[in-house]
């Protein structure tokens, strides 16, 4: 099982789990594990920026995300990376949004779809 959730969970995750940051940037005062593979582009995060965020700028988004990151790479790949970065633990990818449309809902739903189980984390 992977499990998805964000920076203002950390500290509420059970020491069983192991935080692995997929955002562009983390923050400064997070010295944990990261995966810059699965985060969105420089691009496409100005882009979301700048966009009016509609549910159309979600959907192009969503397209963009999953042409440019996830495309890149096999699901079973990325099982792979994200256990090996939390050797013994459960891994918990992190971002920072706390609710609503964001890339690791993205990435929950095509792991999901590739058959590895992975759900958002509540406590």
């Known amino acids: ?23 562009r940037w983390r923050p400064a005062w997070y010295k ?3 995966c810059l593979a699965l985060a969105p582009s ?11 965020q509609t549910k159309e700028d979600e959907r192009i ?6 042409n440019e990151v996830l495309s890149k790479h096999s699901a079973a790949a990325v ?3 994200i256990k090996n970065l939390a050797p ?15 890339h690791r809902h993205i990435l929950r739903k095509w792991l999901n779809e590739n058959n590895i189980r ?3 984390w509540h406590e």
């Open 1 to 23: 099982m992977i499990y998805t959730s964000y920076f203002g969970k950390l500290k509420s995750l059970p020491s069983n789990f192991e935080p692995i940051c997929i955002a």
């Open 42 to 52: 420089k691009e496409l995060l100005n882009w979301w920026r700048a966009s009016g």
């Open 61 to 66: 988004y969503t397209e963009w995300y999953r």
């Open 32 to 34: 944990g594990k990261s």
């Open 79 to 81: 099982y792979r990376i």
């Open 88 to 102: 013994g633990k459960i891994p918990v990818l992190i971002c920072y949004e706390k609710s609503g449309f964001c």
């Open 118 to 120: 992975c759900e958002e």
